[in-house]
């Protein structure tokens, strides 16, 4: 069974316009973490946002900010205000129990393209 | 300021002849990963070392290595590549203990098989 799914692999917005990035884990682990990363053309890997399990707020960075609805195990990425360097793919991770080394498992992505 | 550095960015090797990409990083984090990514797909871990400790993934295919001599470089050998291994490979590196444990991304190097 997948551990992250994203069912969008193209989102297509314009600038100026806000933009939800969808993503549904599994896991048993009572501790986790999710993630966003951005990867542009270039190939690099972006940090953009980090939610904990435990969090009780949803985790806000800049545009970014990331709907968490644990219940649901639900970890949707909201990008406000899109701007035409938003073009990219996005991926969706989780880091489970916190162990030593543990790495992070990705989704399959979304590409998102921005319009002007 | 580069804090994960891979080289090259682009490596080109023939069917069968060995190749050895590199990777450095400034962190001075415990913890480094090596991953394979296909075009248009997720990243996929390979293995990755816990200090010294080297951990393989199951479906690891034994035709890939990993060295890891001091804290700052980790090495990912090919010893045959194949067609099919051409790929982005991705370093990353995390820093044991702190609850957030993000993985810090070198640039990739694409590697092709001709």
């Known amino acids: 069974a997948q551990k992250i799914t994203q069912t969008q692999p193209g989102m297509f917005v314009q600038e100026k316009e806000a933009v939800t990035l969808d993503c549904t884990y599994d896991?048993?682990?009572?501790?986790?973490?999710l993630f966003w990363y951005k990867q542009p053309s270039s190939g690099e890997m972006i940090f953009l946002i980090y939610q904990g399990s435990y969090d009780e707020q949803n985790a806000t960075e800049g545009r970014y900010s990331l709907n968490f609805q644990k219940a649901r195990k639900s970890a949707n990425l909201v990008i406000s205000a899109s701007q035409l360097g938003d073009s990219a793919m996005y991926f969706c991770?989780?880091?489970?129990?916190?162990?030593?080394?543990?790495?992070?498992?990705f989704g399959k992505g979304t590409t998102l393209s921005v319009s002007s | 300021d580069a804090m994960v550095i891979q080289n090259p960015r682009y490596q080109v090797t023939q069917f069968g002849k060995p190749v050895t990409l590199s990777c450095s990083q400034t962190?001075?984090?415990?913890?480094m990963y090596w991953y394979q990514q296909k075009s248009s797909q997720a990243p996929k871990l390979l293995f990755h070392?816990?200090?010294?400790?080297?951990?393989n993934e199951a479906d690891t295919p034994d035709n890939f290595q990993s060295r890891r001599p001091n804290t700052s470089f980790c090495f990912l050998d090919i010893r045959s590549p194949g067609l099919g291994d051409a790929a982005m490979y991705l370093c990353a590196t995390s820093r044991d203990g702190g609850q957030e444990r993000k993985l810090f991304f070198g640039s990739g190097t694409q590697l092709s098989v001709l």
């Open positions: 896991t048993s682990d009572q501790s986790y973490g």
């Open positions: 991770a989780m880091r489970e129990a916190y162990q030593a080394g543990t790495a992070l498992i």
């Open positions: 962190l001075n984090h415990n913890v």
């Open positions: 070392y816990y200090d010294k400790d080297f951990n």
